[in-house]
């Protein structure tokens, strides 16, 4: 059974953007979140109906990310 607890991730290009995300800790320090650029669509430019989809470039299409929770 996984374990859920809440990240706060600053993002942006100045880094003044917070974020809260649901982190689920998979263990020796790494968790996972749901892909800040594509919102767990794996879909890169998703809102862009006019622009053929591609997988996201951050999350490689998985829709999730990796992070460090050590």
Sequence with gaps: MPHFMCLV???GWTRETEVEREI???GCGAG???CLECG????WNF?????PAEPCVDCKGSGNTLVSIA
């Design 40 to 43: 767990n669509s794996g879909i």
């Design 24 to 26: 689920e800790d998979l």
């Design 9 to 11: 991730v600053y993002c």
């Design 32 to 34: 996972q979140i749901n």
């Design 47 to 51: 809102m862009e109906p006019e622009i």
